[in-house]
C-alpha cells in the first residue's frame, strides 16, 4: 500500500518568495520605490506643459498667419503666398471667428490624386 507523502517534505520542496532579509536590501528597495514616485511627480507635470507651449507655439503662428491675409485688400491671397504662409506656420488652415462668423482665410491646397 502507498503511503501518502509527509506534508513537511512537501513544503520543503516548493521554492519560498520572501522579500529582502537585510536592512540594507530594504533601503535599497524603499529608495528606489522613493525614487520612481518622484519622477512620476515631476515628470507628469513638465510634459503637461511642454504640449501647452507647443500648443501656444501653432496658435500664434496661425494668428501671424491671418494677420498677414487679413492686412491685404479683401483679404485676397495668391496661392504661392498662401503656401508659403501656411508652411512657415506650420498649420494646414487658418479660420477666424468675428461676431460668432468663421471665415476660413488659409487653406492648404488639396493633395493630388494619386493614378491608379
Not at 487658418?94 to 460668432?100: D, F, H, T
Amino acid at each position: 500500500m502507498m503511503r501518502a507523502p509527509d506534508r513537511g517534505m512537501m513544503r520543503s520542496r516548493l521554492p519560498r518568495l520572501r522579500g529582502p532579509d537585510g536592512l540594507s536590501a530594504r533601503l535599497l528597495l524603499l529608495t528606489g520605490v522613493f525614487t520612481l514616485a518622484v519622477v512620476g511627480l515631476i515628470l507628469a507635470p513638465s510634459a503637461a506643459s511642454f504640449h501647452e507651449r507647443w500648443l501656444l507655439d501653432r496658435i500664434r503662428a496661425a494668428e501671424l498667419a491671418s494677420v498677414g491675409v487679413e492686412a491685404l485688400p479683401y483679404s485676397l491671397v495668391e496661392d504661392d503666398t498662401a503656401r508659403q504662409l501656411l508652411q512657415i506656420s506650420g498649420v494646414q488652415a487658418v479660420a477666424v471667428q468675428e461676431e460668432g462668423v468663421r471665415r476660413l482665410l488659409l487653406q492648404a491646397p488639396p493633395c493630388p490624386a494619386r493614378p491608379n
